[in-house]
């Protein structure tokens, strides 16, 4: 749970450069494949990330439902990208101008239920770091290279002239 705003920008920002990473590493065209009919496909996840987020934000007052909603998932990589970096910066935005610290211990309603607002950022947080790990094990399945998050991947380490931690 965040007590100050400028806590969770730190975190918000660090958490979108590896989102954008991500995105970033999937081969273009490869977002559409499906390893299996019961897992997601890697567009599916980015654009369920970027409506989540756009959601979330509608439900707790951070945007007008009214404002430049995004209906339409974007058809490439590239795209997707764009658009969670925007929807991104608009949030990190909207909390600067619309909360206060002492706020974040106010409770909101959300999916049906209450929670306080400094939780509710935890959560959109880790909902994209949910969705982003599950990216990275469909990326290595299709034989893509995974940019390292929260610290170096297998060609990461590899690079650095070191055996791959198992």
Known sequence: MYRRIDDFIADWKN???????????VTEGAQDES???DVRSLGFLSWHIIQTMQMMAIQVSLFDASENIINEQPSSMADLQA???SLSARIGDAVQSKWLNSELEDEV?????T??????????R?????HRSQMTVIMRV???KV???YGPAKEEWEAMGMAAQQ
């Open 142 to 144: 299709q034989g893509m």
């Open 83 to 85: 658009t969670y970096l």
């Open 115 to 124: 929670m306080k607002k400094g939780k509710l950022l935890a959560i959109l």
């Open 15 to 25: 958490e979108d450069l590896m989102t954008s990473r991500i995105f970033s590493a």
């Open 147 to 149: 940019p390292g998050i």
């Open 126 to 130: 880790d909902h994209g770091a949910h």
């Open 35 to 37: 390893i299996h009919k």
């Open 109 to 113: 309603e959300i999916f049906g239920r």
